[in-house]
């Protein structure tokens, strides 16, 4: 008799008996002396030792505009109304918001921000960043991916396949909301294994109250019997799979059979906000407006962070302002400043910013002339000039670094590119970017691929 044919018969009789634990245990016997494979979501030990063990990445998707936030231009302001782009006909926009100086280190922040200035000492920005395209989809698939072109596995993936997670029941990579118009592609494994692709919460056409993972309770059988079951079909996967080559989506089946069980044990509970103290819920702003959305999605980043989920990705849209600029950003600022001030104190004063690594950025910036007439401008793509700032997880707080020319249209000094801030990730958390690759259709993959310098200024 083959082994398939007594997998099989053994299969329709354990069915025939409620999935009984006598086929099982026969089925499984004769796998015991096999080796499996080791989970990839075990704790690795990282190249040298990092400062930061997670990251939280605050993704504001559309671009936010840096001279209007995070890098004050006189000059452009100066100059508002005069032609800055004669080809197009479109003058220069000052600012209509202020600047000032915040904390001991000064740093210069909008006035639209004025919880997040609070935080001013454990800022870093970097003004000088710069990307590929100056299109959404590539853009952003460059930001995720270092890619702009082709699918790559996203930065949270890496960072999975290089440490692993300190929480074998929950996904190590989770995005929150992420834009269904732009599919998986940011949070995609590509051809690294499949526990390491990032498990969406929700999307961005459902509220955060609603927003959870797919198929976490099962209505249909008891834990009991779920358990029986996926040992049984576990075991019969196991079982080809010592008779067949080696087969990377079969293993990567059976490691996400067994997450997806330990998950609806242990996710539910995340998702249930009534037992966070009514501090925490009003310090981060739920239950008002316009704060409560992006206050949950915040809280979830700082319970599964603290669970030891490795990389959490919060996404927030909203942030294309080719429309008014006096107007859309006001709002969008206001939605996420008080959250994400709330999540900066939230982890200091649990003792977790400094091994967390929070990012902010969008996957271009602004251009500092107008489109459109008064206070009905808004600003267009720009990818030779951006900021993002980073908080904690060794990062040099209260600095900024790079500089962008008079009228924050170009970076002039101290560039750096995407892949330069991915190698500062993963540098961070004890990775070395050179290192860490992947095979894959005869060559060494990584995040950087042949470029990326680390941005050792910023490193505390």
């Known amino acids: ?150 699918v790559r596995p996203s930065v949270g993936s890496w960072v999975v ?85 080696a087969n990377p989506e079969m293993e990567g089946l059976i490691q996400s059979f067994e997450l997806a069980f330990r998950m609806q044990a242990e996710a539910p509970r995340f998702f249930d906000l009534s037992n966070e103290p009514e501090s925490i819920l ?27 989920v490795r990389f959490i990705q919060i996404n927030q849209s909203g942030w294309d302002h080719h429309g008014s600029i006096d107007s859309g950003l006001p709002r969008s600022c206001a939605q996420v400043d008080q959250p994400i001030s709330a999540l900066l104190q939230d982890l200091k004063n649990r003792g977790m910013l400094e091994d967390t690594l929070v990012l902010f950025g969008g996957e271009f910036g602004r251009t500092a002339t107008g489109e459109g007439e008064g206070d009905k401008a808004g600003r267009d793509h720009n990818a030779d000039a951006f900021t993002v700032w980073m908080a904690g997880g060794g990062t040099k707080g209260g600095c900024t670094h790079g500089l962008t020319d008079d009228y924050g249209a170009a970076a002039v000094q101290d560039r750096v590119h995407v892949h330069d801030l991915h190698a500062t990730i993963l540098h961070l958390l004890g990775l070395n970017h050179e290192k860490l690759t992947c095979r894959y259709a005869g060559r060494d993959f990584r995040l950087t691929d042949v470029y990326g310098n680390v941005v050792k200024e910023v490193l505390a």
Not at 165 to 173: A, I, K, V, W
Not at 197 to 224: C, E, F, M
């Open 1 to 150: 008799m083959n082994t398939f044919a007594f997998s099989r018969r053994e299969f329709l009789r354990s069915s025939a008996l409620g999935f009984g634990s006598l086929a099982l245990a026969g089925l499984c016997a004769r796998q015991a002396g096999a080796m499996t494979a080791a989970s990839p979501l075990a704790p690795r030990m990282p190249h040298f030792n990092g400062r930061a063990k997670r990251v939280i990445f605050l993704y504001m998707w559309g671009g936010p505009s840096q001279m209007d936030l995070f890098d004050p231009k006189p000059r452009l302001k100066q100059d508002h109304g005069k032609i800055g782009d004669e080809k197009r006909k479109r003058v220069y926009k000052g600012s209509p918001f202020n600047f000032a100086k915040h904390g001991q280190s000064g740093l210069e922040i909008s006035e639209l921000l004025p919880n997040l200035a609070l935080h001013a000492d454990d800022l870093c920005f970097i003004r000088s960043m710069q990307t590929d395209s100056a299109n959404h989809s590539n853009a952003s698939l460059c930001l995720h991916t270092g890619s702009a072109n082709f």
């Open 161 to 245: 396949y290089g440490l692993g997670s300190e929480n074998e029941s929950l996904p190590g990579f989770i995005t929150i909301r992420p834009m269904r118009s732009l599919g998986s592609r940011l949070h995609s494994n590509a051809f690294l294994p499949a526990v390491c692709q990032g498990t969406p919460v929700g999307h961005d056409g459902i509220s955060a109250k609603q927003a959870t993972i797919r198929y976490l309770s099962n209505t249909d059988q008891s834990i009991t019997q779920q358990r029986t079951q996926l040992e049984l079909v576990q075991c019969l996967n196991r079982d080809f799979q010592t008779r067949t080559a």
């Open 282 to 308: 009003k310090m981060y702003g739920v239950g008002k407006e316009p704060t409560d959305e992006y206050a949950r999605q915040c809280i979830l980043a700082r319970r599964f962070a603290e669970a030891g």
